[in-house]
Every structure is written in C-alpha cells, then in structure tokens.
C-alpha cells in the first residue's frame, strides 16, 4: 500500500461485546474477556500493517450507567490486561497514552496505567492510545476551562484564540488526528468519540462483532480507506494525484 494511502491513525469504536457473548450463550463478561484477546490481535495487526498511532474506546464516561458488576468485571479486566501487556507494549517498543479522566478512574488502575505509561514514554514509533473514561463532550469542556482559566490569568487573548490553540488542550495534544475510524458490530454511531478530532476521519463501520475482530478485518478496513478520496472541501478535480 502507498504510504499516502495509509492511514497513520487509526482509531477503534470495539463494540459487540455483549452481543457476542449473546449470541453464544454466555455471560456479558465472557464477551468483554473475548474483546481483550481481539484487543491483543488488533494491536499486531496495527503494527504488522504499518498503522503508527492505534487508539481505541475501551471506556466511556456514559459506561458508568452500566450494573455495576459489568463496570466491576471490566475494570478487573482491565486491570489483568495492563499488567499482561505491559511487556508486550516493551517488546513492541510502543508508547502508551491514556485519554480521559484519569482521576476518576479506580486507584490502582491509575497506578498501573501511570506505571506503563512511564514504562513505554520514550518509544517514538508507535503508540497505543487508550480511550478510558473517555468523552469527547467532557474532553471539550476540560479543554474550555483550561482555555477560560488561562484568558483570566492573562496568559491567553481570546481574541487570538484559534483551533491550534484549542487543541493543544485536548487529552490527545500530542498525537495525529485519526484519518480512519472504524467501529464494530454494525452499529452507525460515534457515541461521544473523538468528535473534533475525527472532524475529516474517514470512517468504516463494520459488522464483526468486537469479539470477532481479527487481522483480516482490519485490512478490509484499510483497504476501504485506501479506495476513498479524502477531498477536505475541495472539489474532486482540484486534487493533485
Ligand atoms: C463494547 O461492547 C465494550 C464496551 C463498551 C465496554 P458492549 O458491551 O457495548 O457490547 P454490546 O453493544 O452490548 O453488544
Ligand atoms: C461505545 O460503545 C463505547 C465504547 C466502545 C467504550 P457503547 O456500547 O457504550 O455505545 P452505545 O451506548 O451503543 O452508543
Ligand atoms: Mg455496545
């Protein structure tokens, strides 16, 4: 595939997990267990495939309404998956990024996250982002405040104020916006993801369930963004190819 024809960020909705431990007779849980392993094979197939910046939605700030057994059994999960693949994250010299709000989160997976994250800072070729108490409404009000607190200290002239400057407040400052978004389980919505920063994203919906998900459709995914032509508001004709 021509590097132009790469995505550089890829950015991952994983949802189904409830519907395919459904689908096969098993607890909700058993669905989220599955997901990690897809989680594992989806990390591979980025680096496998060239895709440098993978960042994917394990947890939304709406998520919190679930029974709290669910939300229990996934920080558990989650837990168990950080301390497993932080060697993996080593070995593969790729740099972790939590995004969301982090203090909100139960206190010893902010220590684990702190803790890989440390670990793996100084890798510069790939990065895994990982979407956790994530919200692109509260990201955007985190970033206003930042903004609204740095105008009354003086530091910051809201008449200057620009969209460089408004993104440097975002949880995700310093990485690439995504060029494809692909969410799961055919479901047709982005529920409160990277909604600035996918302003151009392409997206790809697709109809495996997140349990499901494997090497083969994920290139399916960058095929379909290889095939499309990302105009940004220009006319077809004026693109130089
Ligand atoms: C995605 O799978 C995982 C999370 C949102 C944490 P779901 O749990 O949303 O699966 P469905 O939508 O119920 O099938
Ligand atoms: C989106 O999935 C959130 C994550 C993948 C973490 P949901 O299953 O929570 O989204 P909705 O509720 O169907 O929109
Ligand atoms: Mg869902």
Redesign the pocket.
């Known amino acids: 595939m021509t590097p132009d024809k790469l995505p550089q960020h890829v950015a991952i909705?994983?949802?189904g997990n409830g519907r395919w431990a459904k689908q096969h007779g098993l607890p909700r849980i058993e669905g989220h267990r599955r997901g990690a392993d897809a989680v594992k094979r989806c990390l591979k197939a980025a680096q496998a495939n060239g895709v440098t910046h993978l960042t994917l939605?394990?947890?939304?700030v709406?998520?919190w309404n679930r029974p709290q057994s669910e939300v229990d059994a996934l920080m558990d999960l989650l837990d168990r998956f950080l301390r497993d693949q932080l060697p993996e994250l080593i070995k593969g010299e790729i740099r972790l990024r939590v995004i969301g709000r982090y203090r909100e989160l139960p206190e010893k997976i902010q220590t684990r996250l702190r803790e890989a994250e440390a670990a793996t800072r100084h890798f510069s070729n790939y990065t895994l982002g990982l979407a956790l108490n994530y919200g692109a409404r509260t990201e955007i009000v985190d970033a206003a405040k930042a903004i609204a607190q740095a105008a009354q200290a003086g530091e910051l002239n809201p008449d200057e104020l620009d969209y460089a400057t408004l993104r440097q407040h975002l949880y995700t400052r310093d990485m690439p916006d995504p060029d494809l978004v692909i969410r799961t389980s055919g479901?047709s919505?982005l529920?409160n993801?990277l909604l600035l920063q996918s302003a151009y994203a392409e997206i790809y919906l697709s109809p495996v369930l997140w349990p499901d998900f494997d090497e083969a459709e994920f290139k399916n995914a960058l095929a379909a963004y290889a095939a499309r032509e990302r105009r940004y508001g220009k006319t077809a004709e004026q693109l130089v190819h």
């Open positions: 909705i994983m949802d939605y394990a947890f939304s709406e998520n479901e919505r529920s993801f």
